[in-house]
């Protein structure tokens, strides 16, 4: 049987990520019955360094909250990613990691999620080019499937155009998942022989199935009669207290559901798995996010939400939460937290009128976008089919 592998960032202390890998890899598998499809059990040094010093973080009131979150990810992509033998040491550098995957014959290779970045400084992975580049002296056939590089300083990434070209000449098919990664394969000119898609990221494709996160609610006493607000952001303590606040203020339970929030009334982020929470999101009658996949679920679910940045981003090209909402002509549900005339009261006051005519200006629109994004997504995995099968 022919191999592929998945080439990802496995064991990123992250639910929209195991959802991610956990999707490419069915989807791979459904189309691609003669080929052994698994996903490399591979995490860069730097990834995995910046990974431990999450789950090491201490939160007063939950000590072992990150330890538990990052344990219970781990358990995730043990059962459903379909992991390849773990490899106890991979070689250290790019040269070393090509020379490996080379050795081990693969016949197909696929990259996707957010490994793409070309910029100065990374805390994560290793600066270009890097092993989810795929080299050209990689023999295998090279997919590119919602890749992203939604990070990359531009004006760096066109000192690095001939490398670029090169190496995704060598592609079968390149699909990216948001516009500045489409303006970078564009740019470099990549050859005509070598088709190139803006698609959805494959979690679009996943089907949310009744899970456990009902009882888990309740458990924790959250009373489903009354309005829930979910919190599915990172730090901004000043935000989060005065958000908290208000959603008291006219009846809402306040529940973060992945990074801790000690402004919330529960914390549930080390205690649901990736399918709990993505299942969550329906029982949200506001949520405001910084994650990408939590926009994505939001827009899944038809849950009322606002979209706000995870970070300064350089330009609003390097948004991927803006690049989703785009998609969507929803822009009115986004906001950067971080410009210097932001204004709490002017949040609150569009999150609230959001909320209120969500059923009559927004439901209507997002159902219909979600059917055409999710034929887009079936369209390029038929592509992909069709590029194995000519090889």
Not at 22 to 48: A, G, Q
Not at 52 to 63: A, D, G, Q, V
Not at 91 to 103: A, D, L, Q, T
Not at 195 to 203: F, G, N, Q
Request: hydrophobic share 40%.
């Amino acid at each position: 049987m022919k191999q592929l592998r998945i080439l990802t960032t496995v064991h990123s202390m992250n639910p929209g990520a195991c959802l991610f890998t956990e999707i490419i890899n069915k989807n791979l598998t459904t189309i691609l019955p003669d080929y052994d499809v698994k996903t490399l059990d591979f995490v860069p040094r730097k990834w995995m360094y910046f990974e431990m010093s999450r789950m090491l973080k201490f939160h007063p009131l939950n000590p072992l909250f990150n330890i538990k979150r990052h344990l219970m990810m781990n358990r995730f992509y043990e059962k459903y990613a379909c992991l390849d033998k773990p490899t106890a040491i991979y070689p250290i550098g790019y040269s070393g990691m090509v020379n490996f995957i080379r050795k081990q014959n693969y016949d197909a290779l696929v990259v996707g999620m957010v490994v793409w970045d070309i910029k100065t400084e990374q805390k994560q992975i290793t600066n270009f080019p890097n092993i989810f580049w795929l080299s050209d002296k990689i023999e295998a056939v090279k997919i590119a499937y919602a890749t992203s590089g939604h990070r990359s300083d531009l004006s760096l990434v066109y000192k690095h155009l001939p490398d670029i070209q090169r190496i995704l000449n060598t592609y079968s098919i390149i699909g990216v998942r948001d516009h500045i990664t489409y303006e970078i394969v564009m740019d470099s000119k990549v050859n005509d022989q070598v088709p190139v898609y803006r698609i959805p990221d494959p979690t679009f494709l996943y089907d949310i199935q009744p899970t456990n996160a009902e009882k888990i609610l309740k458990a924790n006493g959250i009373d489903l009669e009354r309005p829930i607000l979910g919190l599915v952001f990172y730090g901004k303590p000043e935000f989060s207290r005065q958000l908290c606040e208000y959603y008291r203020s006219i009846g809402f339970q306040t529940v973060a559901t992945s990074m801790y929030n000690p402004y919330a009334d529960v914390n549930l982020g080390d205690v649901l798995d990736a399918h709990e929470w993505a299942d969550t999101f329906r029982y949200f009658s506001f949520c405001v996010t910084d994650r990408f996949h939590g926009t994505v679920f939001n827009l899944k679910t038809n849950t009322p939400f606002m979209a706000i940045e995870p970070y300064i981003p350089k330009t609003i090209k390097n948004s991927k939460i803006f690049s989703v909402i785009q998609d969507f002509e929803m822009q009115d549900c986004y906001m950067d937290v971080f410009q210097p005339d932001f204004k709490m009261s002017e949040f609150l006051e569009r999150a609230e009128a959001i909320r209120l005519n969500w059923e009559t200006d927004y439901k209507p629109m997002i159902t219909k976008k979600l059917a055409e994004m999710r034929q887009t997504s079936l369209d390029f995995l038929q592509e992909v089919k069709k590029v194995i099968s000519q090889q």
